[in-house]
């Protein structure tokens, strides 16, 4: 466990928590001025398309990554046209595009490379390595300070808190939502390019994997903050990172014991804070927690007396980020206070 601890973990895990925060910034933008962005999912798997089809032609990946920022771009649009112009639902609209780009992928792939499954490798000295890690962790500050010191800024927080009032004073409601949503699109579309074009050498299918839920929940997590959900981001590339750490290592049956005994107490936590079992008494909630932790040890050092280490399967090693989602959503969604209009068409009073 102690080599598990070391430089490359921590590279890992930034690596890891790159595309995460690039899609969580673009999600920022669009959620911020008002427009629920469920579509990071759809929006990185058009921007990882697109970066390896085109690296793979032309052989620059920069110019790749600019086709990924456009095809983001133009999907974005597309979601802000349904939800801006048709006022439709900002949930099915997203939903329909991660399902849409679910499939397309494969269609055109098989239309020019005759395989469905993914794009042909490509060279490593086209890659980018560390060129959207920089750039993903230089626009936090760059976010913030846009956010909270420019009248854009100040605008687009002004649209998804209270579009009426910020009608009346001037400001096109439907102008800035469309260059929230347009930026979420930018964003995610890098994100989806460093996944096949930087992490890896190839599209695959549906490679984000649930990466564009996992930064939306690190937006959530992060309070629609910059800072902070750099910080969640950090988490989540950390849980991902002891995933691939943690394959094949044998875990000590100490180690084991602790972390499960961790794991089933902050579940059960969780659990009773939101059905309210507990209430709110310091002392009854920190009996309660004592009793609990004692039995939780007792039956798991019950069941695994004996043994010296664990060879934990990997099907189980593998669901650690999602755990980590669920348990952080779970216990914090409540603590977080979404822009008052999210979600919300703004209809302009004639």
């Known amino acids: ?192 390019a460093y996944l096949s074009i930087g992490q890896s050498s190839l599209f695959t299918r549906n490679m984000a994997a649930g990466r564009g839920f996992i930064a939306l929940a690190a937006l959530i997590f992060g309070k629609w903050r910059p800072v902070q959900t750099m910080l969640a981001c950090l988490l989540f590339g950390l849980a991902d990172a002891l995933t691939i750490q943690l394959q094949g290592v044998p875990v000590s049956i100490l180690s084991f014991r602790i972390a499960m005994a961790v794991l089933i107490f902050l579940i059960l936590w969780f659990i009773a804070h939101q059905l309210s079992f507990l209430n709110r008494n310091r002392i009854v909630e920190l009996v309660s927690a004592a009793v609990v932790w004692v039995i939780i040890l007792r039956v798991i050092y019950a069941t695994t007396r004996g043994s010296q280490n664990l060879e934990i399967p990997v099907q189980f090693i593998q669901m650690i980020p999602y755990v980590v989602t669920i348990v952080v959503l779970a216990g914090f969604i409540g603590q977080s206070r979404a822009p008052r209009a999210l979600g919300t068409p703004y209809q302009k009073e004639r």
């Not at 070391?6 to 899609?23: E, H």
């Not at 099915?92 to 780009?101: D, K, L, P, Q």
């Not at 009346?168 to 439907?174: L, Q, S």
Request: charged share 10%.
């Open 1 to 192: 466990m102690r080599d598990l601890l070391s430089i490359a973990l921590i590279y890992s895990t930034v690596r890891l928590a790159t595309p995460l925060l690039l899609a969580a910034l673009g999600g920022m933008f669009s959620e911020r001025a008002g427009i629920i962005n469920i579509a990071l999912e759809g929006l990185m798997l058009a921007g990882a398309f697109t970066a390896a089809t085109v690296t793979h032609y032309t052989g620059s990946p920069w110019i790749g990554l600019t086709a990924a920022v456009v095809a983001g771009l133009f999907v974005a649009l597309l979601h802000a046209v349904t939800c801006i112009e048709f006022k439709a639902d900002q949930v099915v609209s997203g939903t329909a595009i991660n399902i849409m780009f679910l499939g397309v992928p494969a269609l055109i792939g098989g239309a020019i490379f005759d395989s469905t499954g993914a794009t042909p490798q490509i060279p490593q000295a086209d890659l980018l390595r560390y060129a959207p890690i920089v750039i993903a962790f230089s626009l936090v500050p760059i976010t913030w300070y846009v956010l909270y010191k420019t009248p854009f800024g100040l605008r687009l927080r002004a649209v998804g808190e209270n579009p009426e009032a910020a009608d009346a004073a001037g400001v096109g409601v439907n102008r800035i939502r469309y260059a929230g949503v347009v930026l979420s699109g930018v964003l995610a579309g890098i994100g989806g």
